[in-house]
């Protein structure tokens, strides 16, 4: 079975500095994975995904991840926090399971953004 | 309103009580799923549906039901409330699975408390 691990629960950087959130997969297969936020009280919404068309891949809010397949990683980076970054993020794998391609996720990385 | 909706939002329960927690999505995704969300394990899946009429087992469908007679409509039911139930919960629907082209689309939870 596919998974994925978050390094590092909670992550802190001040406004302005480089965002790093880390996350490692594990799959015998070239994995589809995706990068989620939360905000608070909200439901997860869609960052990014990675579907093997493009190692670099770049999503919403100036958020982008590199797929590493020598180091199994997919970390997200931002150049320079916003303090609406502060939020959640998971990071997910997709597979097979019975009649549909499911969502791993992983236990999620809180980044808190220092005026 | 478009998109995907929960009800109710917040819902304090007692231990053994029936409880049935609703998810309406106006898209007309063939896919919807229900996870749990809980401190230090991410999301997990506990049921999914591929149409209407059909469920599937996740990772954690002990103590819930689920049924679905109508394509918008997936209500999940914890037939006797535990305390292990307390939790937030997502719904959340996709057009084909979660394949590479296809992302999960989420719904603002239901933060449920079971006493």
């Known amino acids: 079975a596919q998974s994925v691990t978050q390094l590092g629960s909670h992550v802190s950087v001040s406004e302005g500095a480089l965002v790093l959130l880390r996350c490692n997969y594990s799959?015998?297969?070239?994995?589809?994975l995706f990068w989620y936020v939360q905000y608070p009280n909200q439901g997860l919404q869609l960052l990014l995904k990675y579907t093997s068309a493009a190692t670099l891949v770049k999503g919403i809010n100036g958020f982008e991840a590199e797929f590493k397949k020598s180091e199994t990683s997919f970390h997200l980076t931002k150049p320079s926090a916003h303090m609406s970054d502060a939020a959640e993020y998971f990071c997910a794998v997709s597979d097979w399971k019975g009649s549909a391609r499911q969502l791993t996720f992983g236990s999620g990385t809180q980044l808190t953004v220092l005026p | 309103d478009a998109g995907i909706t929960q009800s109710p939002r917040y819902k304090i329960t007692e231990t053994g009580r029936q409880v049935t927690l609703m998810c309406h999505q106006t898209w007309s995704h063939s896919y919807m799923f229900w996870y749990r969300q809980d401190l230090g394990h991410g999301l997990r899946l506990i049921y999914y549906s591929a149409a209407a009429d059909i469920t599937d087992k996740g990772e954690v469908p002990d103590g819930y039901v689920v049924s679905r007679s109508k394509t918008e409509n997936f209500p999940l039911t914890l037939e006797s409330a535990t305390r292990s139930q307390t939790s937030v919960y997502f719904c959340?629907?996709?057009?084909?699975?979660?394949?590479?082209?296809?992302?999960?689309?989420f719904g603002p939870g239901t933060r449920l408390t079971v006493l």
């Open positions: 799959s015998s297969v070239p994995p589809y």
């Open positions: 959340a629907s996709s057009t084909i699975g979660t394949g590479a082209l296809n992302e999960q689309f």
